[in-house]
């Protein structure tokens, strides 16, 4: 795919969904595409189709986050993305909200690996990569309570993720949660979800749902984290 293609697809396909696409980050996004695709030849980081990318490989991992950038906050900086493995949504959003302090948290050596060299490449300042489990990174002190904001994508929300999540997150945070659902449940110490459209057409949706953490009594204790195992798709 060509530059101009790219770019042609990229507008077409942001336009369909009502974004705006900043052109100071139009080359960014094209080389995180193309690093991705040289990477997922050796490490399995999506299914979705790179060399001959599809209308939904650009919906998926770069106009969603683009999307979602609109429900974001500067203020809600630091920022913590769990099982980034390919780096959508973080990468795409840390493009579109720069000023966020952004951790990648990938449990995978090879993959954090590609997650790095993202970060040397495409210049992402304030952006770190952990390769460590998620539980366990939220339970060092000095991370306890720091977070603005926490997201998650490709990875099973389940209680002992959220009892994680909570203990990370600040009074008010937010976990913010990539879905085809437009509900979720609720969970103890996070009042929501609401619920904004990222992307609604005949053959996909994507839904943006939001947890904001309560001034309620976190659950302590050791947590567990299972992650979806399943590439990208």
């Known amino acids: 795919m060509t530059s101009k293609a790219f770019r042609e697809r990229l507008e077409r396909r942001a336009k369909r969904a009502g974004v705006t696409v900043d052109a100071g980050i139009l080359d960014r996004l094209e080389a995180y595409l193309r690093l991705l695709a040289r990477w997922n030849s050796k490490v399995n980081l999506t299914s979705l189709p790179l060399d001959e990318p599809t209308d939904e490989t650009f919906d998926r991992l770069l106009i969603e986050p683009l999307a979602a950038a609109r429900s974001v906050q500067d203020a809600w900086s630091p920022w913590f993305d769990i099982g980034s493995g390919g780096g959508s949504p973080a990468i795409p959003l840390k493009l579109a909200k720069p000023l966020l302090r952004l951790t990648m948290v990938e449990?995978?050596?090879?993959?954090?690996?590609?997650?790095?060299?993202?970060?040397?490449?495409?210049?992402?300042?304030?952006?770190?990569?952990?390769?460590?489990?998620?539980?366990?990174?939220?339970?060092?002190?000095?991370v306890e309570g720091l977070a603005g904001?926490?997201?998650?994508?490709?990875?099973?929300?389940?209680?002992?993720?959220?009892?994680?999540?909570?203990?990370?997150?600040?009074?008010?945070?937010h976990l913010l949660t990539f879905t085809q659902t437009r509900t979720g449940p609720a969970y103890e110490a996070f009042d929501g979800p609401s619920s904004t459209?990222?992307?609604?057409?005949?053959?996909?949706?994507?839904?943006?749902?939001?947890?904001?953490?309560?001034?309620?009594?976190?659950?302590?204790?050791?947590?567990?984290?299972?992650?979806?195992?399943?590439?990208?798709?």
């Not at 998650?152 to 990370?168: G, H, M, N």
């Not at 749902?209 to 984290?225: A, E, K, M």
């Open 107 to 142: 449990s995978k050596a090879r993959k954090a690996a590609f997650l790095r060299e993202a970060v040397r490449a495409l210049e992402l300042g304030d952006t770190a990569v952990e390769t460590v489990r998620f539980e366990d990174l939220a339970s060092r002190p000095h």
């Open 149 to 173: 904001i926490v997201t998650v994508r490709a990875v099973r929300l389940d209680k002992t993720l959220v009892a994680s999540a909570s203990r990370l997150l600040r009074s008010n945070g």
């Open 197 to 233: 459209v990222l992307l609604k057409s005949k053959h996909r949706r994507a839904y943006l749902l939001s947890y904001s953490r309560s001034d309620s009594n976190v659950p302590r204790g050791t947590f567990s984290l299972q992650i979806d195992k399943t590439p990208l798709t």
